[in-house]
T-cell receptor, first 117, second 111 residues
Framework: GAVVSQHPSRVICKSGTSVKIECRSL??????MFWYRQFPKQSLMLMAT?????????EQGVEKDKFLINHASLTLSTLTVTSAHPEDSSFYIC?????????????FGPGTRLTVT | DAKTTQPTSMDCAEGRAANLPCNHS???????VYWYRQIHSQGPQYIIH???NNETNEMASLIITEDRKSSTLILPHATLRDTAVYYC????????????FGTGTRLQVFP
């Protein structure tokens, strides 16, 4: 149980376009989801915390107008990279706080590799 | 949240125990020690967590020193599939949301 999926797993887009990445909790409800970014050979960097039904909380230095987060339901959060540039190329990973008795865990999705050409 | 220090990399022979250390000398009394790992090009996976007592589950054991300034994650019989980056994270309470990842330890298990 407690599976998190992401779609797409890989995406290539042209500079200046927008890309949407979906994060779904498949078998549990997630009131809180998180978005991370990871550059090659680096650690995960928390970008924002997404709460169902309210605005996302962004970490310092993350542009909220560029990385739009929508958590419209208890099982879906989306990250839209707007006006993508090559420097936005990265591995984007979402996670969700575990359900009920497993709320001490975060369950991570498999990640989405974004390449901006 | 307290900062952690881990060795950059470690090697371990398959079938042997892998002992991964973590220093967290500024840990507060209400902060837990968590371990996650990330296999290449995948999302991280929860391993184990503890407050002050040693913990064991089906994946690993966690040994926390009495002063709580350091801990060791033990994989009792490492396999090639345990090759990954292991992250030691310290955070307040058990359901505080943020996970702040450090640089982790890259464990290479060899045949």
């Amino acid at each position: 149980g407690a599976v998190v999926s992401q779609h797409p797993s890989r995406v290539i887009c042209k500079s200046g376009t927008s890309v949407k990445i979906e994060c779904r909790s498949l078998d549990f409800q997630a009131t809180t989801m998180f978005w991370y970014r990871q550059f090659p050979k680096q650690s995960l960097m928390l970008m924002a915390t997404s709460n169902e039904g309210s605005k996302a909380t962004y970490e310092q230095g993350v542009e909220k107008d560029k990385f739009l987060i929508n958590h419209a339901s208890l099982t879906l959060s989306t990250l839209t990279v707007t006006s993508a540039h090559p420097e936005d190329s990265s591995f984007y990973i979402c996670s969700a706080r575990g359900p009920g008795h497993r709320s001490y865990e975060q369950y991570f999705g498999p990640g989405t590799r974004l390449t901006v050409t | 949240d307290a900062k952690t220090t881990q060795p950059t990399s470690m090697d371990c022979a398959e079938g042997r125990a892998a002992n991964l250390p973590c220093n967290h000398s500024t840990i507060s009394g209400n902060e837990y020690v968590y371990w996650y790992r990330q296999i290449h090009s995948q999302g991280p996976q929860y391993i184990i967590h503890g407050l002050k007592n040693n913990e064991t589950n089906e994946m690993a054991s966690l040994i926390i020193t009495e002063d709580r300034k350091s801990s060791t994650l033990i994989l009792p019989h490492a396999t090639l599939r345990d090759t990954a980056v292991y992250y030691c994270i310290v955070r307040v309470a058990i359901n505080t949301d943020k996970l702040i990842f450090g640089t982790g330890t890259r464990l290479q298990v060899f045949p």
